[in-house]
C-alpha cells in the first residue's frame, strides 16, 4: 500500500450501495451490514455479535477509502482513514446466529460481560508472547470471582487487575463512573518523583513534568531560536533556525492539526500545507532537527505524511499484521513515496523521548533507512500498535494492540521502544542546572565537526 494516495479520493456512496449485504472482516472482528441507505457495525466474537454503530452511506464512504471489489462481489478492502491499514472484508449469507444470541443477554450481565472481555482479548490481543501474560490462566484465575450478582465496582476491579500485568499503554477500560490504564510508567517519571521526594516539592508529577516541558520551550526560543518562530497547524508545530546552516521543527502531536480531533482527512491536508511551508522556510539548509520529545502519537496517516516529506525516495516504512481467532493476518507492507511537491534531503537529526509514543514512533520507524539520519534522545516509548477499539454489552468500552508492527529489517519495537544512535535523557538535570537543551547543543557540535 502507497500512503500517497489521496484522502479526497474516498469511497462513494454509490460504491456502498452496490455492495449491499452483511460482511465480515479479516481480523478486528468487525461485521458489517449494509443497506439502501444506511450501515451498522458489529463487534464480534466467538459468543457474541454485538450492535455498536449505525450511519449513513456517507459517513462509511468517510471512514474507508480506496475500496476495491473482487470480480464475484464476495470480497472487499478498503483502506481505513483513521490509520494505514487495509481492511479486508468477505460476504456472509446472513448475519452470524450469535447476533440474536446477543440480544437476548441481559446487557448488564456481569458474567456475560466478563465473558465477552476475556473473549475479545483472546481472540484479537497481539502482544501476550511478548508481554509473557498467560490469558488463559487468568480467566481460570478471574471467572470465579465474577458471578451474576456481582457488582459494577467488582467487574471493573476484576477487568483492570487481568489487565494490569499486560504493562501496555494502548490497554485502556472506560466506564461511566471510572477509567483505567495498562500503562507502565516511563523511567523519567521515577527519576521526577526522586526530584519532587528529594526536593520536598509538593507539586504534582503531572504538574512538574508540564512545567519542566513548558521550561524546555521557552529555552529553545529563546537561546536557540533566536530569529524567531513560526507556528502552524493549530500551533502543534513550530519552525525556526538553530543558526545559519541548521533548521529546527517541533512536532508536538500528530492529530489535531486542523484544529480539532477526529478530522484525520483535514489534519493531513494541514499538514501539506504547513510541511510545504516548512520547507520553503528551511529546506534549502544541510540540517533539519526534527523534535518529537514530547509528541505522544495521533493518526499513523498523519505520521507518514510528514515523513513523505523527509524522505529521498519511495522507501518500506514497515510491515504490520493483526491478530485474529486463529493466528494473524498476512503482512501488509507499508511503503511511503517522496511528496510530491518535493522533500527534504539533507542531514536529519531526529529528537526523541520516552514520551514519544504511538504514531509519533511510526514516525520514527518510517525514516529508520533515510541516509543522513541521526537518532539523539532515549529510546521511544514501544506501544506502535494500533488501538482496537471494542464496547461491551453493558455500555463500557476498551481499547487494546491487536496487531504487530516490524521494521524495514523485521525488527519489533513494542515494549523496548526504537533506541537512538546517540543516547542523552529528556530533561536531566545537568541540562537544567546549566538552562541549556543537551540535544540541541549535540546537534551544534555536530554540524560545526
Not at 15 to 32: E, N, P, T
Request: charged share 25%; hydrophobic share 40%; with cysteine.
Amino acid at each position: 500500500m502507497v500512503l500517497a494516495e489521496s484522502l479526497d479520493e474516498s469511497a462513494g456512496i454509490a460504491d456502498f450501495k452496490a455492495l449491499q449485504g452483511v460482511w465480515r472482516s479479516r481480523g478486528y472482528g468487525k461485521v458489517l451490514l449494509i443497506e439502501p441507505d444506511e450501515y451498522t457495525l458489529f463487534e464480534e466474537t466467538a459468543i457474541s455479535c454485538q450492535e455498536t454503530f449505525t450511519g449513513s452511506l456517507d459517513e462509511l464512504a468517510l471512514y474507508y477509502d480506496d475500496l476495491r471489489v473482487s470480480p464475484g462481489e464476495q470480497t472487499f478492502s478498503a483502506h481505513r482513514v483513521t490509520g494505514v491499514a487495509r481492511i479486508h472484508f468477505r460476504r456472509l449469507k446472513a448475519l452470524p446466529p450469535t447476533a440474536a444470541a446477543t440480544r437476548m443477554h441481559e446487557a448488564r450481565d456481569p458474567v456475560f460481560n466478563f465473558e465477552v472481555f476475556w473473549r475479545t482479548f483472546d481472540e484479537h490481543y497481539a502482544l501476550f508472547d511478548l508481554k509473557g501474560v498467560d490469558w488463559h490462566e487468568s480467566y481460570q484465575r478471574f471467572r470465579p470471582k465474577v458471578h451474576r450478582r456481582s457488582s459494577r465496582e467488582a467487574l471493573f476491579s476484576n477487568l483492570a487487575a487481568m489487565l494490569r500485568p499486560l504493562r501496555d499503554g494502548h490497554i485502556r477500560l472506560h466506564s461511566p463512573w471510572g477509567h483505567f490504564s495498562a500503562g507502565a510508567l516511563p523511567s523519567l517519571y521515577n527519576r521526577l518523583e526522586r526530584e519532587l521526594e528529594a526536593s520536598s516539592d509538593g507539586r504534582e508529577l503531572a504538574t512538574y513534568l508540564d512545567d519542566l516541558k513548558a521550561w524546555l520551550r521557552e529555552v529553545i526560543h529563546e537561546e536557540y531560536l533566536m530569529k524567531g518562530v513560526e507556528h502552524g497547524a493549530a500551533r502543534l508545530m513550530e519552525w525556526g533556525r538553530l543558526g545559519p546552516s541548521t533548521g529546527y521543527l517541533n512536532i508536538r502531536a500528530m492529530a489535531g492539526l486542523c484544529g480539532r480531533i477526529g478530522h484525520p482527512a483535514d489534519d493531513i491536508r494541514v499538514t501539506d500545507r504547513v510541511m510545504q511551508q516548512v520547507l520553503a522556510d528551511l529546506g534549502g539548509l544541510p540540517n533539519l532537527v526534527v523534535d518529537i520529545r514530547t509528541n505522544g502519537g495521533g493518526y499513523d496517516g498523519v505520521a507518514l505524511r510528514i515523513a513523505a516529506y523527509l524522505l529521498d525516495r519511495k522507501r518500506l516504512a514497515f510491515s504490520k499484521y493483526a491478530r485474529k481467532v486463529t493466528g494473524f493476518t498476512g503482512k501488509q507492507p507499508v511503503y511511503v513515496d517522496p511528496a510530491g511537491s518535493g522533500s527534504y534531503r539533507g542531514n536529519l537529526y531526529l529528537l526523541t523521548s520516552e514520551l514519544t509514543a504511538s504514531a509519533a514512533e511510526i514516525f520514527v520507524l518510517s525514516l529508520l533507512q533515510r541516509p543522513g539520519l541521526t537518532l539523539i534522545g532515549d529510546p521511544t516509548h514501544g506501544i506502535l500498535s494500533d488501538t482496537l477499539e471494542r464496547h461491551l454489552p453493558n455500555g463500557w468500552h476498551f481499547t487494546l494492540s491487536n496487531e504487530v508492527y516490524e521494521a524495514f529489517d523485521g525488527q519489533v519495537y513494542e515494549d523496548t521502544g526504537i533506541p537512538p544512535h546517540i543516547r542523552l535523557p529528556f530533561l536531566g538535570r545537568r541540562g537544567r542546572e546549566d538552562g541549556k537543551d543537551p540535544m540541541l547543543e549535540r546537534v551544534l557540535k555536530e554540524v560545526s565537526a
